[in-house]
T-cell receptor
Framework: ETGVTQTPRHLVMGMTNKKSLKCEQHLGHNAMYWYKQSAKKPLELMFVYNFKEQTENNSVPSRFSPECPNSSHLFLHLHTLQPEDSALYLC?????????????FGPGTRLTVT | AQTVTQSQPEMSVQEAETVTLSCTYDTSESDYYLFWYKQPPSRQMILVIRQEAYKQQNATENRFSVNFQKAAKSFSLKISDSQLGDAAMYFCAYRNTGNQFYFGTGTSLTVIP
């Protein structure tokens, strides 16, 4: 365990459904991240929050909507997804001011879009 | 944007032997940080080792060491005395001073008993 938890661990949803992924960390970190992990591709950074403010949105489709209500929690709201959105979604956190510090990852949510 | 390349999708090593995983990156920045992460099957990604670009000395962590060649933009990971528990996906990552992380595609390491 690295101190970052994600729920649910597995999710199957239809293209018309709305669901949310949750990430929680109690490591005192002030930066949180969403990544998409697909087979044979680099981890794709989706969103970055520094001190609860979104600082990065790497051309992510609007069907993915992040929310960071406080520095310990991060959500990814999903709606009208496509089958190609099926992947492992990883949450990570890190201390913002310590650049030598690594990111701490959660176990991921395995998402399948049918 | 920075890119990180791991040219070995799969590697295998005999238990107790040594293996080297390669990583190259492309950047125009002079100050950055490099990491190797390990992702065991169905388990969380964890840090293996880190290297600050301004440090010439190669980082070591027990059986893990890196060969950092800044001019060549190369950052390879050497695993000595390989153990069955080392079997995992290994990702090379680059972090710039703007807190942006870039990952490679990963190398799947198999340890043969």
């Amino acid at each position: 365990e690295t101190g970052v938890t994600q729920t649910p661990r597995h999710l199957v949803m239809g293209m018309t459904n709305k669901k949310s992924l949750k990430c929680e960390q109690h490591l005192g970190h002030n930066a949180m991240y969403w990544y998409k992990q697909s087979a044979k591709k680099p981890l794709e950074l989706m969103f970055v929050y520094n001190f609860k403010e979104q600082t990065e949105n790497n051309s992510v489709p609007s069907r993915f909507s992040p929310e960071c209500p406080n520095s310990s929690h991060l959500f990814l709201h999903l709606h009208t997804l496509q089958p190609e959105d099926s992947a492992l979604y990883l949450c990570a956190s890190s201390p913002l001011r310590t650049l030598t510090a690594e990111q701490y990852f959660g176990p991921g949510t395995r998402l399948t879009v049918t | 944007a920075q890119t990180v390349t791991q040219s070995q999708p799969e590697m295998s090593v005999q238990e107790a032997e040594t293996v080297t995983l390669s990583c190259t990156y492309d950047t125009s920045e002079s100050d950055y940080y490099l990491f190797w992460y390990k992702q065991p099957p169905s388990r969380q990604m964890i840090l293996v080792i880190r290297q600050e670009a301004y440090k010439q000395q190669n980082a070591t962590e027990n059986r893990f060491s890196v060969n950092f060649q800044k001019a060549a933009k190369s950052f390879s990971l050497k695993i000595s005395d390989s153990q069955l528990g080392d079997a995992a996906m290994y990702f090379c990552a680059y972090r710039n001073t703007g807190n942006q992380f870039y990952f490679g595609t990963g190398t799947s390491l198999t340890v043969i008993p």
